[in-house]
């Protein structure tokens, strides 16, 4: 039960302690649905049919934005256009929440050590496990589930509330949200705020909320020696020691200063290969490959030219590759910060701690389209990983948080 009940006559728009039961079975039939479908990127594998389903039976209009074998969910709901394509674009939508979020996952991984099929759900105590349990089709199922109870709840809600949904977040990420937002760019949609649910929670539940990412730049570097025996230094050029002076540069750099919500720009190292063929032959090549997470302090042109002409400095014979994976954004104080930080307090008694910490979102998209992001989901200690879980009740207060977000911006003055 939650401790925030108690002040109910000051929430006149909370579910009643014994609705709570209710969603919670919904919650864990859908979830356990999506667990089922082996849907690793980018793969669907039918998870957005099943949401598709219920947005439906809620009084959602849905249309599929499909591209290259990705598959992209948007459905959208207005207390007019009940019935209508989701095209029509009424001329009082707004303010239009969306939730955002993927139906795809990561691979099990082979060899890892799975106590539980990975795609068979299991529940264990207060936990259920299976991949995608936190990442993120727990806190998928939270977010239909809540929108359900509301709809039916509040009928004639002002406003409209949309669901993007994509199979290509844990892959390559161009064909998925990105392609969304560019579709419904050229229709003229707006979104005023748009609710994530990526796994943000460190401990307990609401502990934590994103509210933007750094960037994000891969790098590879090829660098040329001159392959020679081993006993003969003088006769080569071992790419592997010339390499030492910048790899150490890179990483002991500070980079710029931390600032309220990001941490310092950061380099690391992912990969560094070399081959000779033999023990006692140096290589001719090196190629390493690095990533950098860098603040809105630094750039990607800042880095990538101070990588470079660093390389130069120490004599490398040096080619590049460069990618720049995503820019870092910021949603500052506004309606969405608040009324997520207000509902949180008042339904777990913490007071969340705003971040732009962990990996990027599909949030970087979305933000270009959306005035105020933030992700907002459940724990986030066994993502990506073997016995990948979530607690019931976790995804249960979870569901209750995204439906009391919804009262507060389209219900209350």
């Known amino acids: 039960m939650f401790k925030s009940f108690k002040g109910l006559p000051d929430l006149p728009y909370a579910v009643a302690p014994m609705q709570q039961a209710k969603y919670q079975g919904s919650i864990l039939e859908l979830a356990q649905a999506l667990i089922r479908k082996p849907s690793v990127t980018p793969n669907d594998s039918g998870c957005s049919e099943l949401v598709a389903e219920k947005l439906k039976d809620a009084g959602f209009s849905v249309e599929y934005f499909n591209k290259n074998g990705v598959t992209n969910l948007w459905a959208k709901h207005c207390k007019i256009d009940v019935g209508k394509t989701a095209t029509a ?19 099990p991984g082979q060899n890892a050590k799975w106590e539980t099929e990975p795609f068979v759900p299991t529940i264990k105590g207060d936990m259920i496990y299976g991949r995608g349990a936190s990442d ?44 969304i937002i560019r579709t419904l760019q050229s229709r003229g949609e707006t979104v005023d705020y748009a609710i994530v649910g990526e796994p943000t929670t460190e401990k307990q539940l609401g502990d934590s909320i994103r509210i933007g990412r750094r960037g994000s730049i891969n790098g590879k570097i090829l660098i040329q020696g001159k392959q020679g025996h081993v006993g003969y230094p003088e006769h080569l050029s071992n790419p592997i020691h010339h390499s030492s002076k910048l790899i150490h540069k890179l990483a002991t750099k500070r980079w710029d200063m931390p600032s309220r919500y990001f941490p310092s720009t950061g380099f690391q190292l992912v990969k560094v290969h070399s081959e000779s063929g033999a023990m006692n032959v140096t290589p001719a090549t090196l190629e390493m490959v690095f990533n950098f997470r860098y603040s809105p302090r630094n750039s990607f042109e800042k880095i990538k030219s101070y990588v470079e002409k660093k390389a130069k400095k120490y004599g490398l014979e040096a080619s590049f590759e460069w990618e720049h994976e995503a820019s870092p954004y910021l949603t500052k104080r506004g309606k969405l910060r608040k009324t997520v930080q207000k509902v949180i307090q008042q339904e777990t008694q913490l007071k969340t701690r705003l971040t732009t910490a962990g990996g990027i979102s599909d949030g970087r998209y979305i933000k270009q389209l959306a005035k105020q992001v933030i992700e907002l989901g459940p724990c986030n200690k066994t993502i990506h990983q073997a016995n990948e879980c979530v607690s019931i009740n976790e995804l249960n207060q979870l569901c209750h948080v995204y439906l009391r977000v919804l009262e507060e911006l389209l219900i209350r003055k």
Not at 150 to 179: C, R
């Open 89 to 107: 674009k009424p001329a009082n939508d707004q303010p239009l929440v969306v939730f955002s979020g993927h139906t795809d996952v990561v691979p």
């Open 136 to 179: 993120m089709k727990g806190s998928l199922a939270a977010m239909v589930v809540a929108t359900e109870h509301f709809v039916k709840q509040y009928p004639q809600h002002k406003g409209s509330i949309g669901f993007m949904l994509t199979s290509d977040e844990e892959g390559e990420a161009i064909d998925g949200t990105q392609h």
